[in-house]
């Protein structure tokens, strides 16, 4: 039996196809780990904010 070459680009040849990237989103919401550190993230990051905000909009004290 004699084997028949083909070239590289016909349509013969399986082609592979490459796998789509993930997006970020999805990637996070499958991840327990880094949902756990963006939660972690998101809470320190307004907690404090606001903390530092109402701390440096207070009024200052009169003091009797």
Do not use: C, H, N
């Not at 993930?22 to 880094?34: A, D, M, V, Y």
């Amino acid at each position: 039996m004699a084997q028949t070459s083909q070239p590289p680009d016909s349509p013969a040849t399986p082609v592979r196809e490459r796998a789509p990237e993930i997006p970020l989103g999805q990637r996070l919401f499958e991840s327990p780990f880094l949902l756990l550190l963006a939660g972690l993230f998101v809470m320190f990051l307004f907690y404090t904010g606001w903390g530092m905000f109402e701390i440096l909009t207070l009024p200052a004290g009169k003091l009797p």
